[in-house]
């Protein structure tokens, strides 16, 4: 039986959609959503589904975000012992006539009005900074490349000409944490705090680009991140949890292998003031692993754990009773779940 990851808390953002459509980042959606069912699967990282919030699509508002980064913190807040988790994926651009960084919302109504329209780099960090978690991970993937299934921006000349795409600085207040460096698996870390913490790992040096996976599934980035959460690191063979130490090492070397595979070049940077743990390691039975069980693949379909406001959108709707056995729906139908008050069993 599985074990919930207790005191873990997630926010998940994906600014996949845009206002401006050519600011679209179709593979944003994918990523998302795949980084928030791992979290919640009870076989996975097994986060409780209520600690655990997604935000995209129209809903990744300047307003939205920022509040969710507040509710996170009011969570956090309330909890001594928290783990907390934020996950950020789209677009990041610099304004190079001042120096400034920005994150790219769904609602910027103009490249024109980056400055009063997008979420500043300072704003952000200083939302971070404060974040009462006694162990934190921050996950930034803010810069996007052309020609791998995720658009970049080319800026029309009527726009602002100092506007260009980057990934997020890591030398801002409250990012601004040691740097780490190790081979997966390594714990040669004895000068830091065993147990709590806190972690930036962004997806790209500032000179790179953040790429798609050739079969178009989701990031480079993502996919290992997904990997080293669902024991393809390497742990001790007695581990139940996995440390953010295994996971950043084993997503900067593998993107990086990756990467050079498909003829580009993507380091992943990582920083950490700490050796924390962030998740279950298979539902807390990361034993069996070492048992000669092989670790998930991180493209296999997997469910979000059902609760009384699982939604996915497709536009099915389904009121289920106490015990119910559905047993007719497909990998590919998309269902929202209503008055849920039992256990819920599903088929294929």
């Not at 539902?283 to 998930?296: D, S, Y």
């Not at 056995?325 to 069993?345: D, F, M």
């Amino acid at each position: 039986m599985s074990e919930v990851f207790q005191h873990g808390y997630a926010l998940v953002i994906g600014v996949d959609d845009n206002q401006i459509n050519r600011l679209a980042l179709p593979t944003v959606a994918k990523d998302v959503q795949a980084v928030h069912d791992v979290l919640v699967h009870p076989e996975r990282c097994a986060y409780a589904p209520e600690n655990v919030t997604l935000l995209h699509g129209k809903q990744a508002t300047r307003k939205d975000i920022l509040q969710q980064l507040r509710r996170l913190k009011e969570k956090v807040k309330a909890d001594p012992e928290a783990t907390a988790v934020l996950y950020y994926s789209g677009h990041g651009m610099e304004d190079k006539s001042n120096g400034r960084y920005y994150l790219i919302p769904y609602d910027i109504s103009s490249l024109n009005y980056v400055r009063a329209d997008a979420i500043e780099a300072e704003t952000f960090a200083a939302e971070i900074s404060d974040m009462p978690a006694k162990r934190l991970l921050v996950i930034l993937d803010c810069c996007h490349a052309d020609g791998m299934g995720v658009k970049n921006v080319n800026l029309a000349t009527n726009e602002l000409e100092n506007i260009t795409t980057a990934p997020f600085p890591i030398d801002l207040p409250g990012t601004d944490i040691p740097q780490f460096s190790a081979e997966p698996g390594s714990k040669n870390v004895a000068e830091l705090l065993e147990d709590e913490g806190r972690a930036v790992l962004n997806s790209s040096t500032s000179a790179q680009s953040s790429y798609v996976r050739q079969d178009r599934t989701m990031s480079l980035f993502t996919y290992h991140l997904i990997e080293a959460l669902t024991g393809h690191a390497p742990h001790p063979d007695d581990a139940s949890v996995v440390y953010v130490t295994d996971v950043m090492s084993w997503v900067t070397h593998e993107v990086k292998k990756s990467a050079k595979q498909q003829g580009v070049d993507q380091t992943p940077i990582m920083r950490t003031s700490g050796v924390f743990p962030i998740a279950q390691l298979i539902g807390g039975k990361g034993v069996a692993l070492a048992k000669g069980e092989i670790a998930p693949d991180p493209l296999e379909f997997v469910p979000p754990a059902v609760n009384q406001h699982a939604h996915a959108e497709g536009g099915h709707a389904a009121n289920f009773a106490n015990n119910a056995n559905v047993g007719q729906i497909g990998n590919n139908e998309n269902y929202t779940l209503n008055n849920v008050s039992g256990p819920v069993t599903f088929g294929q």
